[in-house]
């Protein structure tokens, strides 16, 4: 089940008048308004306010307990390995509502913090009701803590309800997707590449694209040693190197489309493989350097048929 694009709160707000909560929901899209959507969602689960209030009421004791400091998740720091923070915060002060997200210092989401959250679950509601937990950033899940979390929503325990925040839906596992209520908001505008208007860091690397066709091997792989480095900030980056690539090659299949050319299989082959190459960079604990080499050569070996 998907709620309407016009209207993704909707398919929310129905579930919070009809008191008919799903043990999972997926809330998808660009920007902090999924984060916004799941953070009111998971409070207006906990709130104890009269059926026909809307919800969450913030008069409650639930919503004192469940409010957090301007309007934030929580100031609480949390460290993917539980070094130097916690694996997961609560909402506000509110035993029962749980928050996740990658660390400070990380480059994803981590399987200790799955394991605490069930571990958490699987004793029990603190306060009689329901518990919900906020998986954010779900798109940096790696591959060990997508498969933990699949069995928590095959099997998830009563009155729980899970909400996957993620930008890309997509780089969740299919299982995982299908077994969860879709809550889509649009994605992001198209980013412009040219013009007086685009930034000067954006400019300089579509001039780079630009001129990939005669770079050398050599060249690529200087490219990519760039991005050596701490893999939290290099991933990062990485990350955004292959996000413009990814619209890069799309200008240049549009631009030979309108030119009568029929060859773009190698277009649309290297944009698959900078899509799995950000899906590896979120989900394995692949090397940022060695992932932007690949996205580059492939981008090479596309434009250059």
């Keep these: 089940m998907t709620s309407q694009a016009s ?16 043990s999972a929901y997926l809330i998808s899209g660009a920007g902090e308004a999924p984060r916004h959507a799941a953070l009111w969602f998971a409070r207006g689960v906990a709130c104890t306010a009269q059926k026909a209030q809307p919800r969450p009421c913030g008069e409650c004791p639930a919503c004192h307990r469940s409010q957090t400091r301007d309007g934030a998740e929580g100031c609480i720091a949390l460290d993917g390995t539980g070094k130097s923070g916690p694996l997961y915060r609560h909402i506000g002060e509110h035993a029962d509502l749980y928050w996740i997200e990658r660390g ?4 994803r989401v981590r399987i200790g913090q799955i394991r605490a959250l069930q ?5 029990g509601a603190n306060e009689g009701g329901w518990r919900v937990a906020v998986v954010a950033e779900a798109e940096w899940l790696n591959a060990e803590a997508q498969n933990a979390l699949l069995r928590l929503l095959e099997e998830p325990p009563p009155r729980t309800c899970l909400i996957l925040v993620s930008a890309r839906a997509s780089a969740l596992l299919a299982t995982i ?3 969860s209520v879709k809550v889509v908001f649009p994605s992001e505008e198209r980013p412009a590449l040219r013009g007086d208007d685009v930034a000067e860091e954006t400019a300089a690397l579509v001039e780079r694209f630009d001129g990939i066709v005669t770079a050398s091997l050599g060249e690529l792989v200087g490219w990519a040693e760039e991005y050596r480095g701490p893999r939290a900030s290099s991933a990062e980056k990485v990350d955004a190197l292959l ?62 048929r």
């Design 7 to 22: 209207d993704p709160t909707r398919l929310l707000e129905n579930s919070l008048e009809s008191g008919r909560i799903h």
């Design 104 to 107: 400070r210092d990380d480059t």
């Design 119 to 123: 571990k958490a679950l699987r004793l």
């Design 177 to 179: 997707r299908s077994r």
């Design 243 to 304: 996000a413009l690539g990814s619209e890069w090659l799309r200008d240049q299949v549009h631009t030979r489309v309108r030119a009568g050319e029929r060859d773009l299989e190698g277009a649309l082959d290297a944009w698959k493989t900078l899509s799995r190459c950000r899906r590896d960079l979120a989900t394995r604990n692949a090397n940022p350097q060695m992932i932007a080499e690949k996205g580059l050569i492939a981008v090479r070996l596309a434009v250059g």
